[in-house]
């Protein structure tokens, strides 16, 4: 990651900040100012852990995609349950539930699933 002059000014003040306000982790905040100020991007990671990489990052597309699939199963879920048992017969109902996605392969779709399940997405 890289971040110009006035980024890291931005973030050397809102650590500053930090420092005044908590004093608890007071030092916490001054080693990331320091990684910030100095412009240390091998350790930009350390005072950033829970900010993603930019090639992690989910695009619009990404997203729609998501909701779209989740969205799809669940009318499907719907549709058949509003089917008489005959026409149930020749339809398995695995067929139409959501495995979700693979935490392996999909972790970022997973992530965001989970995350729109936080903010009450149906």
Not at 28 to 55: F, L, M
Request: proline fraction near 2%; aromatic fraction near 10%; charged fraction near 30%.
């Amino acid at each position: 990651m890289e971040l110009t002059r006035v980024q890291r000014w931005i973030l050397s003040n809102q650590y500053r900040l930090l420092e005044l306000l908590d004093p608890n982790h007071a030092d916490e905040y001054a080693k990331a100012r320091t990684v910030i100020e100095n412009g240390y991007e091998h350790h930009y990671k350390t005072v950033s852990p829970d900010i993603c990489d930019d090639h992690e990052t989910m695009s619009e597309d990404e997203c729609l995609m998501v909701r779209e699939t989740v969205s799809m199963f669940a009318e499907l879920r719907r549709a058949y349950e509003q089917l008489d048992d005959e026409a149930k017969a020749d339809i398995e109902e695995a067929d139409v539930a959501f495995s979700g996605f693979d935490g392996n392969l999909d972790h970022s779709h997973m992530a965001y699933l989970k995350y729109l399940y936080s903010q009450g997405f149906q």
